[in-house]
Structures are given as C-alpha cells and as structure tokens.
C-alpha cells in the first residue's frame, strides 16, 4: 500500500505543557507530525473517531487509548510502544491482547527479548528505541551557566526495603535482597539474565506471576540506587539535579536540588548545562533512553553510564563512567569540565547520529517498511 493511501491513527495527547519530565506528549506529536511529512494520512485516534474514519493502522505509546484497542483490533492492527519494561508496567495488557494476532508490541528494550519469547512465546513484538524530535529539542544561543544537570525522580529505596520487610515472609525478603544485592554489583545485566545465574545455581525457578513480581519489586530500587550513588559520587561538584522532592533527601555537598520541571522547562535546563548526567536505567540495560537522545539533541554533552548499547550507538560522541563502581565518574566529569573544545566537539559529533538515526522521522519510516 502507498503512504498516501495509509491512514494511521495515533493514540494519545499532545499537550506538552504540565507534568514532571514526561516526554510521551512530545512523543506522539513527534510521530504523529512524522507520519504526516512521509505522505500518511495521519490522525490522533479521537479525531479519527470524530471524522468517522476507520485507520488501517493504530499505534499509541504505553497505554494510550487502552480503552479502543478492542474494537480497533476486530479489524486492524493495533501497536503498543512500551516506555519502560512491560514487566514493570502495563503486563496486565499485554495479558488481555498478546493472542489477538493483530496485536504488536514495539519494545523500547531488547532486555526483555527472552522473558517475552518464554512467558509469551505468540506475542508478536520488535524492539524499537524511541527518538527526538530536532523541532522541539533545539539548540538553544544560551549561556552554559550549569556545570551538571541531572533530570530524573526517584523514590526513597531504603523506605521502600523496610516496607518490603515489614510485609513479606523473612525467606521471601531475604531472596529479594540477595537479588537486590547481586543485581547492584552487576548493573548492566538484564534482569532475565541475572534470573538465569540465579536459576543455574540455586534451582530459583519463577513462573510469570513470581518473576513479574521480582521484578517490580527489586528493578527499579537497584535503579534508584544508581542514581542516588552517582549524584553522591560528584557532592563535590556543581550538580543541580531536577526532580521530584525525594531528591532533597540524598543531596549532600555541592550538589542542589532545583526542584521539578515539565518538558517544556527541560528543553531549556538542558541547553543551559555543559554537562547531562545519564544513568541507564536497571529495568532497560540495553537499549537507548530518550534523555541521551535529547541532551544530544541540543549539543549537550553527554556522561553516560557504561551501557554497551549507548557505547556501540554514540560510541566516543560521549563520555562513560563504570556503572558497577562509578570510581571513574568524579574523573571523568573533571577532564570534560576543563576540556570544553573536547566537550563541545563530542557534542556536535552526537547531535549529527542523532539527525541520521533517531529521529521521528526515520522512525515513522522503519514502521511504514514494516507494513506489507
């Protein structure tokens, strides 16, 4: 079928203003807009309803109109477009629809790969990163007054622990925290790969109920941890760190909390900074991260934790701090700091393969390639 003769319906708003850092708005105006550059008719899915228009395909991220999948998938294909791992959030749709043949998951991360093919192995699903949209995110003629910005939210994981101890049988807590443990000091694993060490050595075998609630449990405290230890790391630099106030409880030194900022503001906190601390989530080791690809967006200078998809992506466009030790983090920022031609050259170098590679346009393009 021609794009012109396509209509595509995209789930989803497109308000950009509000939120903390939420970047989903951006993301189906990005894609929506995309679509309609390659020649598709391309509608959010509400208007396709208001003009009576029937799309021949929908596509919407996370759960963006969850509630019209199943009418739309008893005549065309519907896509999910994850934004975090499934077994985080939303598994419960992936439940209700992973039969329906007309249902496909794109997922953000290949980390999941294997544990989707085993819990459900008729599932039809392709990984596929999320990208940045150049009209949005650009570069901005603005002072460089921030040495480091970090943009995240997390939540206070040692409360979080002790209300896993207080609520849980010992034997259960006590297997949750020895994978707690083991994922921290091996960070750049996959959670199905560190199951299988564990399953290999001492017999731990989960079914999808125990495994999703592993899971849900330990990824994102072992997340939270690594942000939390590399903001530590640099209490001796100039960090401001946006987010929300869980943040004021683990700043310390020369690192400030500034508070929350919606997308909109982010744009411009980012362009003001020399440098965009990334730290690669736990629940998505492999794969990219829209915080990477929108820092180099506007020729910011990246310091990524050592994720390998980040590196075999941007390799040397970047600077890379060890995820297991984070010993070389304070070293690392020091040199970028005082080398600015370096620093800015780098940037420059990953705003170009992020205008080749990811943006929404090509995007759109891989998935009209997809369609027969």
Not at 150 to 166: G, M, N, W
Not at 236 to 264: H, I, P, R
């Amino acid at each position: 079928m021609n794009n012109e003769d396509l209509i595509i319906g995209v789930h989803g708003d497109d308000n950009l203003v509000g939120g903390r850092y939420n970047v989903l708005s951006s993301f189906t105006l990005g894609l929506l807009k995309a679509f309609q550059r390659a020649g598709v008719t391309a509608y959010k899915t509400k208007r396709c309803f208001e003009k009576n228009l029937l799309p021949n395909l929908t596509i919407g991220f996370n759960v963006s109109g969850h509630e019209t999948w199943s009418e739309y998938l008893k005549a065309i294909p519907n896509i999910m477009w994850s934004v975090d791992s499934v077994f985080f959030q939303n598994i419960e749709l992936i439940d209700k629809f992973y039969t329906n043949p007309r249902f496909v998951l794109f997922n953000v991360s290949p980390s999941d790969n294997e544990a989707l093919s085993e819990f459900y192995p008729q599932l039809k699903q392709s990984y596929l990163p999320h990208a940045v949209d150049l009209e949005l995110w650009g570069k901005q003629d603005v002072e460089k007054e921030y040495d480091i910005v970090f943009l995240s939210s997390i939540e206070d994981y040692e409360t979080k622990i002790e209300e896993l101890r207080l609520s849980l049988p010992k034997s259960t807590f006590d297997l949750l925290m020895m994978i707690y443990d083991t994922w921290l000091a091996v960070p750049n694993l996959s959670f199905w790969e560190l199951y299988q060490i564990f399953k290999n050595q001492s017999s731990l075998s989960l079914n999808l109920v125990d495994y999703n609630f592993v899971f849900k449990n330990i990824s994102y405290l072992v997340t939270y941890t690594k942000r939390v230890q590399a903001v530590e790391k640099l209490k001796d630099f100039n960090v401001k760190v946006f987010g929300n106030k869980t943040w004021a409880k683990y700043v310390s030194g020369n690192v400030q909390y500034m508070g929350e900022c919606d997308l909109l503001e982010s744009i411009n906190v980012v362009n003001k900074a020399k440098i965009v601390l990334h730290s690669q989530p736990s629940q998505i080791p492999s794969g990219l991260h829209e915080r990477v690809l929108n820092a180099s967006a506007v020729e910011t200078f990246v310091m990524s934790s050592d994720s390998q998809s980040i590196k075999n992506e941007f390799g040397e466009c970047m600077g890379y701090y060890s995820n297991k030790t984070l010993e070389n983090l304070p070293e690392e920022i020091e040199y970028y700091l005082k080398h600015a031609d370096e620093r800015i050259s780098k940037a420059k170098d990953a705003r170009k393969i992020v205008a080749e590679y990811h943006t929404w346009d090509v995007r759109a393009q891989q998935i009209l390639n997809m369609l027969p």
